[in-house]
């Protein structure tokens, strides 16, 4: 079994608030997060799959066909958008980096999938400070 990591960056806007709280109760558990007028991260997203290599490329995966699968499915639908209003496979889901994390799983799951490769992790830096992995 080999495990292969694809990095690609994206920026995005978002706000930490539920609709059936107040602005006082959002504030209270959210912080600066639930600001209005919205904030931004530059986010890095790391996709790891797994599977055997092929002996006759020499590859588990094409990683340019990888970059290819991440930008057509992630990356161009959240890329300098914000995450609540923009982005289809958000909607109506609170845009904390752990609900991405799931949501780009399962965007990228069947893709890779058809491949033959397996997804491993899916893996968000929001800051310098704080990521999540997820592993489906």
């Known amino acids: 079994m080999i495990y292969i990591t694809r990095k690609a960056s994206f920026n995005a806007a978002h706000k ?3 609709t059936d709280w107040d602005d006082d109760k959002n504030s209270e558990v959210y912080g600066k997060c639930a600001n209005p007028n919205w904030h931004g991260h ?8 797994k599977g055997e290599v ?7 995966v094409d990683l340019k066909w990888l ?3 991440m930008n057509n499915y992630v990356v161009d639908k959240v890329d300098h958008k914000n995450l609540n209003l923009d982005v289809d496979f958000m909607k109506g889901k609170l845009a904390s980096t752990e609900n991405l994390a799931i949501e780009i799983w399962k965007q990228l799951w069947a893709p890779i999938a058809e491949s033959g490769a397996i997804l491993h992790c899916v893996k968000i830096y929001e800051t310098e400070n704080n990521y999540v992995e997820y592993f489906g």
Request: aromatic share 20%; proline share 5%; charged share 20%.
């Open 54 to 60: 092929n002996p006759e490329t020499g590859f588990l």
């Open 67 to 69: 970059k290819d699968v």
């Open 42 to 49: 530059n986010y890095w997203l790391y996709v790891t799959v």
């Open 16 to 18: 930490l608030a539920r």
